[in-house]
């Protein structure tokens, strides 16, 4: 990106927080990282990545490039699967991947990112809680036997990709059973930046209300994702619950246009669009809201203050891309792993860009051992 961007504001922590640092005239030095200093709560999936005959997704009349959710027709899929074909684990699920590439981003000091989650009591539990490991995040599951660890399917043919998502456990995270523990609220009080994906609105708005409580009343940093556009219809209800608490908004075009049609904005334009949702209630009134809607290739939009700026996004050669699917996942990751050193809002910008654009050239969320990002 070019360098003569406008410089955005810092988004500021608590009164305390600012004490505790110290500011340096440079605006790109870091604030001092400790582990659990970022927070994730979301549905932690096993991302199960294999290379697959056309027979394989006639079998389960799967189209080569599509995501669905699964259903009854699919149960013997996964294992059928890890038996048949050579296959990748990966720790997978919206939120759990922007965590993980937060911290690829960040590399040191480990743990920077905690991951909240419901898993089964099974292998794929096993394998996925060794994977988040690998990734240096510190990821506290909440374990449950009744149903199995929620999985996602990458069948691959060619460069196509059919994704079947099985939330399973994903489902059943209950506040009072893990959230509320005294151990694992502490870490949620350790954190300084919290981030949800929309999805978990599906799963436990309890959950969501309390962690966002917690932000507002310390004036800490609560981020929150649009996700999908049937989020924004079908559990509008909830989104607008959580809403009031959002300091910083993540979505892409699609759901912003979702969103604006549901809150009867009426009109069309992404950075109006972006106006009037930075200036819905706010309950924390120290700061005020950041939202940030990406495109595809076409710039991002940030509205912070009052302003909205747009970031050019770099274009990357079509016979690059090798998968857009953690595209989104990746961007929030890189933002989230700049916004938690304090960085100015451009910086974070820019290092999502950055994240977006490795991603994207990898099979799956996955990315080389070490950014060269400078």
């Avoid at 909440?142 to 196509?160: R, V």
């Avoid at 892409?252 to 930075?278: H, R, W, Y």
């Avoid at 209630?281 to 909205?308: C, E, H, M, W």
């Amino acid at each position: 990106m070019a360098s003569d961007e406008p410089t955005a504001k810092k988004p500021k922590l608590s009164e305390k927080e600012e004490k505790e640092s110290t500011e340096c005239p440079d605006e790109t030095a870091a604030a001092k990282l400790s582990p659990n200093s970022l927070f994730g709560m979301g549905n932690p999936l096993l991302d199960i990545c294999a290379v697959v005959d056309k027979d394989f997704l006639d079998k389960y009349a799967l189209k080569p490039n599509d995501q669905i959710l699964a259903d009854d027709s699919h149960k013997a899929l996964f294992e059928e699967l890890a038996k048949k074909f050579n296959v990748e684990y990966h720790a997978g699920g919206a939120t759990q991947n922007s965590i993980k590439i937060a911290q690829w981003m960040i590399q040191e000091p480990h743990n920077v990112g905690t991951f909240f989650g419901c898993i089964g009591k099974d292998k794929f539990g096993q394998i996925l809680k060794q994977k988040a490991e690998e990734a240096h995040i510190d990821a506290h599951y909440y374990e449950q036997d009744e149903e199995p660890t929620g999985t996602c399917a990458a069948c691959i043919t060619g460069d196509n990709r059919s994704l079947v998502a099985h939330l399973a456990a994903a489902n059943c995270y209950k506040k009072e059973k893990h959230l509320d523990l005294e151990e694992n609220w502490m870490l949620v009080e350790k954190a300084k930046v919290y981030y949800i994906a929309g999805f978990f609105l599906t799963v436990s708005l309890e959950s969501i209300l309390k962690v966002a409580k917690h932000a507002s009343e310390n004036n800490k940093l609560f981020c929150l994702n649009l996700s999908a556009p049937f989020i924004c219809q079908f559990f509008k209800d909830n989104l607008m619950q959580v809403m009031p608490y959002v300091d910083l908004l993540f979505g892409n075009e699609t759901e912003a246009s979702a969103f604006a049609k549901e809150q009867d904005f009426e009109t069309k334009d992404i950075k109006e669009i972006a106006k009037k949702t930075q200036a819905l209630p706010k309950v924390n009134k120290k700061r005020q809201r950041i939202v940030v809607f990406t495109q595809g290739n076409d710039d991002t939009v940030l509205a912070s203050g009052d302003k909205t700026e747009t970031f050019p996004v770099e274009k990357v050669d079509p016979k690059d891309i090798v998968d857009t699917n953690g595209a989104g996942d990746a961007f929030v990751g890189g933002f989230l792993s700049e916004l938690v050193q304090e960085k100015s809002l451009d910086l974070c910008v820019r290092a999502g860009h950055y994240a977006g654009h490795v991603i994207i050239k990898q099979s799956g969320c996955t990315f080389p051992e070490k950014p060269d990002y400078k």
